[in-house]
């Protein structure tokens, strides 16, 4: 089982950044996908940034309305993946959720990290 520990969540004024990592307890170099995922109060949870292993180089989704704004990105050597999320928005408050698909059917998610953004 794959042990997913996020950080970095926090309280920011609208129009700031943070930085999400999330450590890996095991290599995640041959994962199906890897990212981030949100859930806001009263919604369902949504992706975020997800980046997919593909050849010759992973392809990355990211929800339109981060778009621009977010970058995520994966290091095979530290085991992280990592959400840079600048010109952050009161609507993108949620708790952010890191994600992986080891294979088909083995999937984990982490405890979740809060980020509040105020207006």
């Known amino acids: 089982q794959v042990q997913l520990v996020e950080s970095g969540g926090g309280s920011v004024q609208a129009g700031g950044s943070l930085t999400l990592s999330c450590a890996a307890s095991e290599s995640i170099v041959r994962v199906n996908s890897i990212g981030w995922f949100r859930q806001a109060a009263g919604k369902q949870r949504e992706l975020v940034a997800l980046?997919?292993?593909?050849?010759?180089?992973?392809?990355?989704d990211y929800d339109d309305s981060v778009k621009g704004r977010f970058t995520v990105s994966r290091d095979n050597v530290k085991n992280t993946v990592t959400l840079q999320m600048n010109s952050l928005k009161p609507e993108d408050t949620a708790v952010y959720y890191c994600?992986?698909?080891?294979?088909?059917?083995?999937?984990?998610w982490g405890q979740g990290t809060q980020v509040t953004i105020s207006s």
């Open positions: 994600y992986v698909n080891v294979r088909k059917g083995y999937e984990y």
């Open positions: 980046i997919l292993d593909a050849l010759p180089t992973d392809e990355i």
